[in-house]
């Protein structure tokens, strides 16, 4: 909240030395700050989603990565691509599992940021999971 009022009265000062300056009376319009999703600005409420997201992304590419690199080391990616299947076969094959491990972990990190932090689930799960 502090940080907010030294903002707006930094863009209210800013506001009127432009107005001043081109001969505009200076009261053009408040500027009023809200925050519409965490009206109590609290940090975690801000921090724990991008947490959720972040290590999302980093789990599923982290097993997928894996996956394909123990798979040269050990030579049995040569033979997946002598077999019949497509290029869209094998990648499908080393994504999909990444993107059930990493819907999985997210699964759990939203039950943790719901139950241990409080954070309010607002809105549509699906849509949480689809974006």
């Known amino acids: 909240m502090i940080l907010l009022g030294y903002v707006e009265t930094i863009v209210n000062n800013y506001t009127t030395e432009i107005a ?3 001969g505009i009376p200076t009261p053009i319009a408040p500027i ?6 965490n009206p109590n600005l609290k ?11 972040l290590l999302t992304l980093v789990v599923t590419l982290l097993v997928t990565a894996l996956s394909v690199a ?16 497509t290029p869209f076969d094998i990648i499908l094959g080393k994504v999909l599992p990444g993107f059930v491990i990493g819907m ?8 943790l940021a719901v139950l241990i932090f409080h954070i309010p689930l607002r809105g549509s799960l699906w849509a949480l999971y689809l974006g």
Do not use: N
């Open 70 to 85: 123990r798979e040269r080391e050990e030579g049995t990616f040569d033979q997946l691509l002598v077999t019949p299947l």
């Open 32 to 37: 009023t700050l809200r925050a519409w999703y």
């Open 43 to 53: 940090s975690r409420w801000f921090i724990v989603p991008g947490i959720v997201g």
């Open 104 to 111: 999985v972990e997210a699964t759990g990190i939203i039950i």
């Open 20 to 22: 001043t300056a081109r």
